[in-house]
């Protein structure tokens, strides 16, 4: 009998010790690693059961936030909801960190929350105007300092200067590099234009910053034309491109004196494009003109001569004959007034592998065409006796009332082969050789000197 009172005894203590345990308080959430944007409001649970007369605290660190239901934090954006859940509204960078939630005495394990709090991208951008100049041949760095959680990405590209918007160029060569830093140097004239930096964490939108790099150096022209055929009562156009930064101050000069404007002579410019446009030409109008460029880096001058003798002919004949011994050779000059003579030199080039000896110049008047009523004269000319299966050159010169022209490039053709027929891919190989071209300026100052004695 006694034994059975042990055991009820025991029984009665193993029941009590467990009825123990299951009053006593116990955590029903659980610990976990929160991840949240600034600004955003967080929630942080804290369940617990059977706290009885137990207190509830929420720490930061040794800081106490919470005791009971009582606000000890004064940070106005911490609250409890719920019971003992805490809710942090407009988090902050500063909010990040582990949370506790202890209970009093710690009868159970503290419960621990991990905040990681994402910070959108944000940049300090270097020059603050976004605005970098620099010399052609210097340098510049462009600055993008990048701020945020995880550590945001920078990277740089160079934008089409064609949109207002941001546009990347879509090619590998736009995307220039990444880091806080982009380096320029030896800067050319092509540097000049648009660039940005774009930081990236994967937490709301990339920022995109724009720069305008500028390079400076002074004034380069081209001319599109440095010989302008015009006539008395015709009007002449003269146009020099210039590219300077900064921008350039454009003055016309003729003959060395500085042109201003007149009822007939009119200076303009569009874009980089400077006109210098003569209406009505008189004769005191022909000769050398100039235009002249400066800004504060430097001056840059082309000239451009206004001239009434016939433009240079251009050939436009086919250089494969149709038959072996003919060729009818042809070509156009541009002239206002009629064309009064024009000459022509033509020879066989007796080439070979083993033999380059030119034949004789044949000099040929050609009669004036009728006048074309137009400013182009064309003209052809056909050549007899010709060798089968020859190489030949020729040059051409006219003359109208204001004199010769320059001599023509050199034209080749050759004829078609007698006996064994000749195809253009056999004697192609022989206008390439770099012993033709020798020979062919040699044969053209020949051929000047030929006509300047004939002239
Ligand atoms: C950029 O080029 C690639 C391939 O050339 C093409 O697949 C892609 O669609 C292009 N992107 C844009 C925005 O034009
Ligand atoms: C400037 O002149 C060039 C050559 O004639 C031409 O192609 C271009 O369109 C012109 N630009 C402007 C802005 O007029
Ligand atoms: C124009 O004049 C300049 C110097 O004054 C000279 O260098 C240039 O060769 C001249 N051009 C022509 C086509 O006569
Ligand atoms: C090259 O031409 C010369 C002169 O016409 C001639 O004597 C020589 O045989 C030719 N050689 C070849 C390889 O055709």
């Not at 004064?74 to 909010?95: A, S």
């Not at 944000?122 to 760095?141: F, N, T």
């Not at 600055?143 to 945020?148: L, Q, T």
């Not at 074309?372 to 060798?387: K, Y």
Request: with cysteine; hydrophobic share 40%.
């Amino acid at each position: 009998m006694e034994g059975s009172w042990l055991v009820l005894a025991a029984v009665l203590i193993a029941a009590r010790a467990q009825t123990n345990r299951n009053d006593g308080p116990r955590f029903l959430s659980r610990g976990h690693s929160f991840r949240t944007v600034v600004g955003d409001t967080l929630l942080l649970p804290c369940q617990v059961q059977n706290l009885g007369s137990l207190v509830l605290l929420w720490r930061r660190g040794p800081a106490v936030l919470t005791a009971a239901s009582l606000m000890v934090t004064r940070d106005e954006r911490f609250r409890l909801v719920d019971g003992y859940n805490l809710q942090i509204t407009d988090v902050g960078p500063q909010d990040a960190g582990d949370y506790v939630c202890q209970i009093s005495d710690r009868v159970a394990r503290d419960q621990v929350h991990t905040v990681e709090v994402l910070v959108p991208p944000s940049v300090r951008a270097s020059p603050e105007s976004r605005h970098a100049a620099a010399r052609r041949g210097g340098a510049a760095v462009l600055e993008c300092r990048a701020a945020g959680n995880p550590v945001p990405s920078v990277t740089w590209h160079k934008l089409l200067s064609l949109y207002p918007q941001v546009v990347f160029q879509n090619d590998s060569n736009s995307r220039l590099g990444e880091g806080p830093q982009l380096q320029l140097s030896r800067l050319e004239r092509t540097h000049s234009g648009r660039y940005a930096c774009t930081v990236d964490n994967g937490v709301g939108p990339p920022l995109v910053t724009e720069f305008q790099l500028q390079v400076l150096y002074p004034p380069e022209i081209t001319v599109e034309r440095s010989w302008v055929h015009t006539g008395e009562g015709f009007r002449a156009e003269l146009l020099c491109t210039v590219l300077a930064d900064p921008p350039a101050e454009v003055t016309w000069y003729q003959n060395s004196f500085p042109l201003s404007a007149t009822d007939r002579i009119t200076m303009s410019a569009r874009g980089n494009n400077h006109t210098l446009l003569i209406a009505n030409v008189q004769p005191e109008d022909f000769g050398n003109y100039s235009c002249v460029a400066d800004n504060s880096l430097g001056r840059s001058r082309r000239h451009v001569e206004v001239s009434g003798r016939p433009g240079p002919a251009r050939f436009t004949s086919a250089p494969l004959a149709r038959r072996p011994h003919e060729y009818t050779l042809s070509f156009t000059v541009d002239s206002y007034p009629p064309l009064d003579e024009l000459r022509l030199l033509y020879r066989q080039l007796a080439i070979n592998e083993s033999f380059q000896q030119p034949g004789r110049w044949h000099d040929v008047v050609i009669p004036a065409p009728s006048p074309a009523g137009s400013l182009t004269h064309r003209v052809t000319h056909l050549l007899t006796n010709l060798q089968a299966a020859a190489v030949y050159e020729a040059i051409v010169q006219a003359k109208n009332r204001y004199g010769w022209n320059e001599v023509s490039d050199i034209f080749q053709f050759h004829t078609l082969g007698g006996a064994h027929t000749a195809h253009a891919d056999e004697l192609t190989p022989m206008f390439a050789s770099a012993d033709t071209h020798r020979l062919s300026s040699f044969a053209s100052a020949l051929a000047l000197y030929t006509l300047r004695a004939l002239a």
